[in-house]
């Protein structure tokens, strides 16, 4: 016995019991069954023609209750079977198709629209289930012997929620021509009450799909094409396709523009507060502020009645351009013009002045929301914890050009005490604890920074044991938390420290980055670790392993330089030949040529293992390849590296080289041609070439 079987004998006994003129039997036509067994026994045939037999008025409401209870058990496919069935017998079932097609059609993307009482199936559901839902629906509109406009309807919203854009599309294009009698009569009425096919809310489903998906030209094609169809788009038409902009990930703030000047354009239609706030919050989030205060001020001058979202959408504006006075100014505005501050207008306040490292007003921010009993969001919290870590980085800079050269170095302005500023930081983090709000990675790693700024190398490390200890997935350490614990240990010199956290890192699962490397080679450097530098160096150069770039070269050269011996010096000339074989610094698509070198961007290290480079690839390709020796360049600037270079060739070259210093060109040294050639012939003769 089926389940269609099952639940059709269902239906007819309840009909019995429901009847008060029957009781407990069950009439049809005049046909009386002695007993309920019979509707278990009999074949979905039998009871369908019994039920077919009686007066239409009767019959239609227990053929689609079949149909119905067959959707609430989840079996489409039983009753697609039952639906066409029906439809050979004769019967009117126009509704019952909608109702097979929007069960075939409902779920996808993030609806959960199910067929009343249908069972929700699990969210992982596998899309070629799906797929085979929607192949079903399609059949059932073709099997209809007159496909409706509220059938195509229907399938076209499956497609868009689950985003195939270009069936919801053609399925449309298809509408348009099937019905293309009704709408041109529409087309020639004025009659504006007349609704035209396929409708408004058809054409809007087909382009929020083509614009969730990227398809922006098509969806600006369709948004003409309705237009020539008679279809009067609406200002939620522009402002729905408007926000799809603005959430976009890069916004797509040029295609908001334009449909903000659409709207401005389009007869009937008056753009709104709503309109203008998202064309600004789209450019906002692209980093156009300059764009998105132009329409800020645009909205002023018509004299809409601005509210609170619009002005802080101006305020993030502002914050994404480091201009927190701006921001601040705009704040002060609201409060002025009887505009309350929200909870996201101070979260975006305190942004704005955590961007420009302002942390002191950040934090008079997070004060002030207290005392209003505002909600302050894990958004917010970070937003000043990082004004924090901006300020330490910015003060422990400075701290250190202070140290370098204690004569010409002024002490900073900013009144940002590294030694202050992390405690400040954990004391935000306790805040949270206590006030409930959640700690993110965003959250721990802002405070590793700021501890690391400061020196508090160990602090750092127990917010990584933390993040690990709170067993949330939301906590847990990745990659940006680790790389700025191990720079928190690098920058105090604590290699050991910093190389526990890498392997940490990877024992974890996370493969380590560019950043993640460079991070622990800085960390030993400071803690003058030569050789793990050097395998360090050796390790990125494997395959599957982050290239690494200039700075790792930078760094690791200046590593093996500080250290003594000739092992030292051998490994400095292998790690700059192999980063020039590599493309990172000497390219042959630069303007380094053979003859004319620029030097000028080097460090003092990376410089002197350049000069030792350039003159042994001169024997070489003297040797190899019979080039003409000529007059050797080497670019400086006209800088404490000019007489730098000067000494090296001078002191550390054997022979001895010698150079000038042509009188118009101040930052280049030049050797001879003969000098070179000297140089060249006695290599040879050292090495019985």
């Not at 489409?76 to 097979?100: K, M, W």
């Not at 989030?285 to 329409?295: Q, T, V, W």
């Not at 292998?574 to 000497?586: K, N, P």
Request: glycine fraction near 6%.
């Amino acid at each position: 016995m089926t389940t269609r079987t099952f639940a059709i004998g269902l239906l007819v006994l309840a009909a019995a019991f429901t009847s008060s003129a029957f009781q407990c039997k069950i009439h049809t036509n005049g046909l009386q069954l002695p007993n309920h067994s019979f509707c278990f026994r009999r074949s979905r045939s039998c009871v369908s023609s019994i039920c077919l037999s009686a007066p239409e008025k009767e019959t239609i409401k227990p053929l689609h209750s079949v149909i119905e209870s067959l959707l609430v058990s989840g079996n489409l496919n039983d009753a697609a079977s039952e639906l066409r069935h029906q439809q050979n017998s004769g019967a009117d079932v126009t509704s019952s198709f909608h109702a097979v097609i929007e069960a075939c059609c409902a779920g996808g993307g993030n609806e959960k629209r199910h067929y009343k009482g249908q069972r929700r199936k699990p969210h992982h559901a596998s899309s070629k289930g799906d797929g085979n839902r929607l192949d079903l629906a399609v059949s059932l509109l073709q099997s209809m012997d007159n496909a409706t406009v509220h059938a195509h309807d229907i399938l076209i919203s499956g497609y868009a929620r689950r985003g195939r854009w270009s069936d919801a599309l053609d399925l449309l294009t298809e509408m348009e021509n099937k019905f293309y009698s009704s709408t041109e009569i529409h087309a020639n009425t004025k009659n504006d009450s007349a609704e035209t096919i396929p409708s408004l809310n058809t054409y809007q489903t087909v382009l929020t799909s083509l614009a969730h998906n990227g398809q922006y030209d098509k969806m600006m094609t369709l948004l003409t094409k309705l237009r020539r169809r008679g279809v009067k788009p609406t200002v939620y038409t522009f402002n729905t396709l408007m926000n799809i902009c603005a959430q976009d990930k890069p916004s797509r703030w040029k295609e908001a523009l334009s449909l903000l000047s659409q709207c401005q354009r389009e007869p009937g239609v008056t753009p709104d507060l709503v309109t203008y706030t998202t064309a600004m919050r789209a450019c906002a989030r692209a980093k156009k502020s300059n764009k998105a205060m132009e329409i800020f001020r645009v909205v002023k001058v018509m004299g809409l009645e601005l509210d609170a979202f619009c002005y802080t959408t101006a305020m993030n504006a502002c914050a994404n351009d480091k201009a927190w006075k701006t921001a601040l100014k705009l704040m002060d505005e609201m409060i002025e013009k009887g505009i309350t501050p929200n909870e996201f207008t101070y979260s975006v306040a305190i942004t704005a002045c955590g961007n420009g490292g302002q942390w002191s007003k950040a934090l008079e921010l997070l004060d002030k929301m207290r005392a209003m009993d505002l909600k302050i969001n894990t958004i917010t919290y970070n937003s000043a914890i990082q004004a924090l870590a901006k300020a330490a980085r910015t003060e422990s800079k400075q701290q250190r050009r202070f140290d370098y050269d204690e004569n010409t170095a002024t002490e900073s302005d900013s009144n940002a005490d590294p030694g202050a500023l992390w405690r400040r930081a954990l004391q935000l983090l306790k805040n949270m604890e206590s006030e409930g709000v959640a700690l993110d990675k965003f959250t721990y790693s802002s405070a590793i920074n700021v501890c690391g700024a400061a020196g508090r190398w160990r602090e750092a490390v127990d917010l990584v044991n933390a993040m690990k200890k709170d067993g949330n997935k939301d906590t847990k350490p990745n990659q940006v938390t680790y790389t700025s614990a191990i720079v928190a240990c690098g920058t105090s010199g604590q290699w050991d420290a910093a190389y526990t956290l890498f392997n940490e890192m990877k024992h974890d699962g996370l493969k380590p980055d560019l950043v993640s490397y460079n991070a622990l080679i800085s960390a030993g450097m400071n803690g003058n670790r030569p050789n793990e530098v050097f395998n360090l160096w050796l390790e990125m150069c494997q395959p599957n392993n982050p290239n690494p770039d200039i700075v790792t070269l930078t760094e690791v050269v200046a590593t093996l330089d500080r250290a003594t011996g000739k092992a030292n010096r051998e490994k400095v000339d292998q790690v700059f030949s192999q980063a020039v074989d590599r493309g990172i610094i000497l390219r042959e698509d630069s303007l380094d040529r053979t003859w004319d070198i620029d030097l000028s961007g080097m460090t003092f290290p990376v410089a002197r293992a350049a000069c030792r480079f350039i003159f042994n690839r001169l024997v070489m390709r003297s040797r190899d390849e019979n080039v003409e020796v000529e007059n050797l360049s080497l670019i400086t600037g006209a800088s404490r590296m000019r007489e730098y270079i000067r000494e090296v060739l001078r002191d550390e070259l054997t022979p001895a080289v010698y150079c000038v210093v042509p009188k118009r060109e101040q930052g280049t040294l030049q050797v001879k041609s003969k000098m070179v050639e000297n140089y060249v012939n006695a290599q040879r003769d050292d090495n019985n070439l």
